[in-house]
């Protein structure tokens, strides 16, 4: 009996193993081959070839590709109306970016990692190109709209940035190869504005010439793309005639819930307040399906028993990757609170009396900001995990003193918003490269950092539908107070004022009955004050948000033990070539 009952012990533990195996043989399969080497392990030369340069050059350029798609269209968005428009539906143009890019990110990282990346990359390029060439004869605004959806379905590929050229260089130099990629964003972000208003104002083609030069840049870097980036294939990742089977399993419904639970709720908030009133159905009805699609979305991922699940649930185990994730996403939060308040800022408060150019190149100092501040930051790699504690903390401090800013204080508000804007851009550079390099297997850095890409998108649009609707709420407030006694008390007549308050969105006076060059002057000064009282009270705002950044930066990581110099992907080299053939 006590042999029958040890035999049936060790039955039962081989069974076990053999099922742990079993489970670890299917993780791995998924995952495919392992391929990180150490640098001295590459073939000489290597980071001098043909490859990894033209590879290097071709994710740096897509970047500032995909980051003007819509960063050099966005500060003239007005002008085109007027040329091409005017439609109500013009709001479409940003909207079908934000949402084909928030849903690609996590995509193509996901179906890169199972599938391979080199025609990923190379179809996102080619898309975002038709996008463009859409976008340039675009004759009337659906149409630009229609270019804008291509361009944000290309733009998924090309802000993929973070693990496209994190796996190409050794660990410890991931965060001067992400500075590399941003210095290709310092015409199409950081002088995006200047850029666009030199097109439409001091040029012969007007705002179609931002797309025909985006047009030339997307189709050059295709072309790169296709010669130089030759990552690991599918079959090198998981072996021949598979292909089928990853077909079969893969989660097409956690798919179809993401896309759409992510795309309904990214666009209730966004109608929210813009076309459609907070209350009325068009907004409850899709953001409410949204988040229940987005709730299924988990739970099916979480229970569904998937052998190729859209989001790994494991990665949320991560608490490290979690906390990087979630400071990237607030840093950049910030950011858009810059990029959305900024510009208008100056070109309310500001303007007057200074030319159209000298208003687009102050609307530089904020994204010139972040870029500076990622630059800077790259070069600290250290101790990342206090460096965010402080620069988080120094950058949310001048975001909130921007509430100070008055019409009469231009050069202190430009002093915090660049001081604000670098700060945040170093927490940016520093949580991007972190999140890349604390996940636990690099197999899965695509799918870590697409869906990272996506959290991303949907705060920062969370927090930039909040900056917005306080700005609408505050400015209905602000300027019926300020404003009309301003102008009675200058002696306009009462029964002007309304048509006062129009022309100063169109800065048509002629209607204007009893206006006068004083007038002009003291309701221009309020309006520009009470506009000031709004702009400030959305500054005051986020404070809230930085509140959880700054407590989240305190368990903010330390990598410092993992910048080791593994290179996680290999691109074809001759060398390596050849030595595949003497086997």
């Not at 636990?440 to 900056?467: L, W």
Request: aromatic residues 14%; charged residues 15%.
């Amino acid at each position: 009996m006590a042999d029958t009952k040890d035999d049936a012990q060790v039955d039962t533990i081989f069974h076990l193993e053999t099922a742990s195996d079993r489970e670890k043989q299917h993780e791995e399969d998924i995952k495919g081959r392992d391929f990180t080497v150490t640098d001295s392990e590459l073939p000489k030369g290597y980071f001098r070839s043909a490859n990894f340069l033209g590879s290097m050059f071709a994710i740096g350029a897509s970047f500032g590709c995909g980051v003007g798609g819509f960063g050099l269209a966005a500060p003239v968005l007005a002008y085109i109306n007027a040329d091409i428009g005017p439609d109500p539906n013009l709001s479409w143009v940003s909207l079908s970016y934000l949402l084909t890019n928030s849903v690609g990110l996590l995509l193509v990282g996901r179906l890169s990692d199972l599938f391979g990346r080199r025609w990923f990359f190379i179809g996102g390029n080619a898309l975002a190109t038709i996008g463009c060439i859409v976008a340039a004869v675009a004759p009337n605004i659906p149409a630009l709209i229609a270019g804008e959806t291509l361009i944000g379905l290309g733009a998924a590929s090309q802000l993929s940035y973070a693990f496209a050229v994190s796996e190409l260089v050794p660990t410890t130099y991931r965060f001067i190869a992400q500075a590399w990629v941003f210095a290709w964003a310092i015409p199409s972000s950081g002088f995006a504005p200047a850029i666009a208003y030199a097109f439409v104002f001091e040029s012969s083609v007007g705002w179609r010439g931002i797309f025909y030069l985006l047009t030339a840049l997307n189709a050059a870097t295709t072309v790169v793309w296709f010669l130089f980036y030759k990552p690991p294939t599918f079959e090198m990742k998981h072996g021949q005639g598979r292909k089928r089977q990853f077909l079969v399993n893969f989660d097409y419904i956690g798919t179809l819930l993401f896309t759409m639970g992510l795309i309904l709720f990214l666009m209730g908030i966004s109608w929210g307040g813009n076309l459609y009133a907070w209350k009325s159905a068009h907004v409850i009805a899709t953001i409410v399906l949204g988040f229940l699609c987005l709730s299924g979305f988990f739970v099916y991922e979480a229970y569904g028993n998937l052998k190729e699940p859209l989001l790994p649930m494991h990665l949320f185990k991560n608490m490290p990757w979690n906390i990087s994730v979630l400071l990237w996403a607030l840093g950049a939060a910030i950011y858009y609170a810059l990029a959305i308040l900024w510009p208008s800022m100056v070109a309310v408060l500001y303007s007057p009396g200074h030319g159209t150019m000298w208003a687009g190149w102050v609307s530089c100092i904020s994204n010139s900001g972040i870029l500076f501040g990622e630059f800077v930051g790259a070069f600290f790699k250290r101790k990342t995990n206090l460096q965010i504690i402080v620069v988080f903390f120094i950058g949310s401090v001048f975001l909130a003193a921007m509430a100070s800013s008055t019409p009469d204080t231009p050069l202190r508000a430009a002093i915090f918003v660049f001081l604000s804007a670098s700060f945040i851009g170093w927490n940016e550079i520093l949580n991007s490269a972190v999140a890349t390099i604390c996940i636990d297997d690099q197999r899965e850095i695509g799918s870590a950092t697409g869906i990272a890409g996506s959290a991303r998108s949907f705060i920062s649009t969370i927090c930039s539908t909040v900056y917005t609707v306080i700005l609408s709420n505050r400015l209905a407030t602000t300027i019926p107070a300020r404003v009309p006694p301003a102008l009675l008390a200058a002696g306009l007549p009462a029964g002007s004022i309304e048509t006062f308050l129009v022309a100063l969105g169109t800065g048509k006076w002629e209607g204007v009955e009893g206006v006068t060059e004083r007038i002009l002057e003291v309701g221009g000064r309020a309006y520009r004050e009470a506009s000031a009282e709004a702009y400030n009270t959305v500054f005051l705002s986020t404070i809230a948000f930085c509140g959880v950044g700054v407590v989240a930066s305190f368990f903010a990581p330390n990598v410092d033990h993992l910048l080791g110099r593994d290179v996680v992907v290999q691109l074809e080299h001759k060398g390596k070539r050849e030595e595949r053939e003497k086997v």
